[in-house]
């Protein structure tokens, strides 16, 4: 038995799925590359033209604006190359945990493409305690932040920039290396202060490029990305329908008579012989049952008397286990299993739902 689907009753969604990664110096070692290198000139070509032109721009960007600030090559870069079936469509944003086994420093992406510290760290151009000045650098411009108050045990500051002033924590003070590193991102007002970059992730390609450090060995966590698309099909069995049992004891079969049939040999399998075919010339359901209770017998609309107290089924109503979805050339495409039978009860309607992902 057969019943159509109406566009109306299938519904489709897409969502994505993450898988974690672990891999290392082993799995894909460090690509050092310079100048002189094709491999540094196709990298410097495609991601780091700085036209900031949306046709010809690869990689993600915050503000395609800045691009030049945003992706800055040096003249060696560190690359790692992931394969394409490790990562999927492309990896995951803000899943990116590189550690720097000399170093044991960690690096993260920002989810824009940039490969920062974990906290927000800027260029510390000076620090004056006793003027509480505070000099942060970026991009040649030097901006002076006023330090209000500053608890060197606990890092809690007070700073103020273009008359903005807030509260912050600072975490580290590198003097070595001219960094110092805050808690929160600052954020000022009429002021773009942005983190250090040390190189540029590109989610879709699984290429990491490291352009402000030296990496050599090293340990990196991501996710991969993956579209499931989720198909959901509902079926209704309407009162009356798919209710015509297949069992031999629920129908009655008329034959018009019979006739023998030459067969032809097959080898290895059976020899020629004589088959009995059978007609038939109709199939019907039987008017009348042997119920459970008692020995007493009925018709089929009996069962809007004695439905109630029919436990055992013996109104010879259909048990659903199994649903075939067909194309519209007859094929079918997907079998779903009820996890037990369901009664289908003549008078009621049943609605299934069937999901599946492709």
């Known amino acids: 038995m057969f019943k159509s689907i109406p566009k109306s009753n299938v519904s489709k969604?897409?969502?994505?799925?993450?898988?974690?990664?672990?891999?290392?110096?082993?799995?894909?070692?460090?690509?050092?590359?310079?100048g002189s290198d094709p491999a540094y000139r196709s990298i410097k070509s495609k991601y780091y033209s700085n036209e900031g032109n949306v046709i010809t721009l690869f990689g993600s960007t915050e503000n395609i604006a800045n691009i030049q600030r945003e992706r800055v090559i040096s003249d060696t870069i560190y690359v790692i190359d992931i394969d394409r079936n490790k990562f999927g469509e492309q990896i995951k944003r803000n899943s990116v945990n590189l550690i720097d086994i000399a170093t044991q420093k960690r690096y993260v992406d920002d989810g824009w493409g940039k490969i920062v510290a974990p906290n927000p760290t800027y260029m510390l151009e000076s620090l004056d305690v006793e003027n509480k000045k505070l000099v942060i650098s970026q991009d040649s411009t030097n901006y002076e932040i006023t330090i209000t108050s500053l608890n060197l045990e606990t890092g809690f500051c007070i700073l103020t920039l273009n008359g903005d002033t807030d509260q912050h924590y600072i975490i580290n003070i590198d003097f070595q290396n001219n960094l110092v590193t805050f808690k929160n991102q600052l954020d000022f007002n009429g002021t773009d202060l942005k983190s250090v970059s040390y190189?540029?992730?590109?989610?879709?390609?699984?290429?990491?490029?490291?352009?402000?450090i030296t990496l050599d060995n090293y340990t990196l966590e991501y996710r991969s990305t993956q579209t499931i698309y989720e198909t959901e099909v509902l079926i209704t069995a309407r009162a009356g329908e798919f209710n015509y049992s297949q069992n031999p004891s629920a129908i009655d079969i008329t034959l018009s008579g019979s006739y023998d049939f030459q067969t032809t040999a097959v080898n290895n399998s059976f020899p020629a012989g004589t088959k009995t075919i059978k007609e038939i010339l109709d199939i019907s359901r039987k008017e009348e049952f042997y119920g459970t209770l008692g020995s007493s017998t009925g018709s089929w609309d009996d069962y809007?008397?004695?439905?109630?107290?029919?436990?055992?089924?013996?109104?010879?109503?259909?048990?659903?286990?199994?649903?075939?979805?067909?194309?519209?050339?007859?094929?079918?495409?997907a079998i779903a299993k009820l996890p037990q039978p369901i009664k289908n009860l003549p008078d009621y309607d049943i609605n299934f739902i069937i999901r599946f992902d492709t």
């Open 13 to 34: 969604r897409k969502f994505q799925v993450y898988k974690l990664w672990n891999t290392n110096q082993s799995e894909y070692p460090v690509n050092i590359l310079s």
């Open 304 to 333: 809007y008397n004695f439905g109630s107290v029919d436990p055992t089924g013996s109104y010879i109503s259909t048990y659903i286990t199994t649903i075939g979805l067909y194309d519209d050339n007859n094929d079918m495409v």
């Open 199 to 212: 190189g540029n992730v590109f989610y879709s390609d699984g290429t990491l490029v490291l352009t402000a």
